[in-house]
């Protein structure tokens, strides 16, 4: 693989590619991910949005409560694979 002047490896699209489908099967955060294999987050972060295809209407899945009872409040948590959580509440 080459090298820059600054002797930082020099990968194609399609490695990254590949390197995108290993994050993905490994279980690992980003950071674990790319500390494991000595890459810079920031050039994942960088080349996982040239590199993986947006997001389409396809992939939005829309959730509809059934008409029951209205609970007095209620909270719903989203664990996303890059680590972030997302918390709802009403």
Do not use: Y
Not at 50 to 77: G, K, N
């Amino acid at each position: 693989m080459p090298r820059s002047a600054n002797s930082r490896k020099r990968r194609t699209a399609k490695e990254w590619g590949r390197i995108l489908r290993q994050l993905r099967s490994s279980g690992l955060s980003r950071a674990e991910f790319c500390r494991r294999e000595g890459i810079p987050l920031s050039s994942f972060d960088r080349w996982r949005q040239r590199v993986e295809p947006e997001t389409t209407p396809d992939d939005f899945v829309e959730l509809a409560a059934a008409p029951t009872a209205r609970p007095e409040s209620w909270e719903l948590e989203v664990a996303l694979p890059n680590g972030v959580h997302l918390r709802f509440r009403g």
